[in-house]
């Protein structure tokens, strides 16, 4: 059989192609078996790691310890938000009506994501950092030799502490963005605090935020799930541990950009067909 340095120069390229195929195909298969057997495990093995000694720590190191972080990050990209569009708004005199753009920019698009980044880039690597180190060091090798099942006991308490500390995080996110803004728009410029807050209210509603927290929790078991994967797969000893980090947290990244875009367009859908909600203008 030929190899591949033995065709024609012009099917070179094609067979580059086909092997870039068969590659995809390869991984996206072990990563759909992967995700079946954490769903799998989370449903059938609830009692094992859902018991509190290894859940808990891993809820307070994706949620407690992202705190400062978000409470720093979100104020500042609400203050950001209406330092961006004040004079726009005022040059028409419609600044009282800034809220509106800037807490529903925050609790639909800006606070899921920003929260689902932290928790990719501070959480999703250690995650992964963690599994890979695991796995060079053969102590997934061991588990499974004495009869554990290390999908249930390493992967899923991770996967569910990001699925449920995501919108969390997300609500506070949500807190500190609106208090930016409120505090640049009221405090700093003079704008009327009780028609910031009805005109808020009027526009922004129930389901603007709830949108918010759907969008977290998929991010949030992305995160966790690709994150794991990249480390329980690792290979290639702590070179292959440091690829597994960097590639978990490109491909959680990418994966919460894609996921907001068609959520966001479900969501939407949802609200206007489902709910029946009119399309409300801000000016």
Same mark, same amino acid.
């Given at each position: ?11 070179? =390229? ?56 978000? !409470? ?24 009282? @009506? ?8 925050? &609790?639909?698009?800006?606070?899921? /994501? ?16 963690? $599994?890979?180190?695991?796995? &060079? ?6 588990? #499974? ?12 308490? @991770? !996967? ?7 919108? !969390? ?16 728009? /009221? ?21 603007? =935020?709830?949108?918010? $927290? ?26 292959? /541990?440091? #690829? ?13 950009? !894609? ?19 009119? /399309?409300?203008?801000?000016?």
């Amino acid at each position: 059989m030929p190899g591949a340095s033995d065709l024609h120069p012009a099917l070179n =390229p094609l067979a580059a192609l086909g092997r870039w195929i068969h590659a995809g195909l390869q991984g996206a298969g072990r990563f759909t078996r992967f995700t079946a057997a954490v769903v799998h495990s989370t449903v059938a093995a609830a009692s094992q790691w859902g018991r509190w000694n290894r859940l808990a720590p891993v809820l307070v190191d994706v949620g407690t310890r992202s705190i400062p972080v978000i !409470v720093l990050i979100g104020a500042f990209i609400g203050m950001i938000l209406a330092l961006e569009t004040w004079e726009q708004f005022a040059a028409v005199g419609m600044e009282d @009506r800034l809220g509106m753009i800037i807490n529903v920019s925050v &609790v639909r698009q800006i606070g899921p /994501v920003l929260a689902a980044l932290m928790v990719a880039g501070r959480v999703g690597c250690a995650l992964a950092a963690e $599994l890979g180190s695991m796995r &060079v060091t053969e102590q997934i090798d061991a588990m #499974r030799a004495l009869g554990v099942d290390p999908v249930t006991v390493l992967v899923v308490p @991770r !996967v569910v502490a990001c699925t449920i500390m995501t919108p !969390v995080l997300t609500i506070i996110s949500d807190v500190t963005g609106v208090a930016g803004g409120y505090f640049f728009t /009221v405090v700093l410029q003079g704008a009327s605090s009780d028609a910031y807050w009805a005109n808020t209210e009027w526009f922004v509603g129930w389901w603007a =935020p709830t949108m918010g $927290l759907i969008k977290a929790t998929a991010f949030g078991f992305a995160i966790g799930l690709i994150a794991c994967y990249k480390g329980y797969t690792c290979r290639g000893g702590a070179a292959g /541990v440091g #690829r597994a980090t960097t590639r978990a947290f490109v491909a959680a990244f990418m994966a919460i950009i !894609v996921l907001n875009f068609f959520l966001a367009d479900f969501l939407n859908t949802f609200e206007r067909v489902v709910l029946g909600a009119s /399309v409300k203008s801000p000016l």
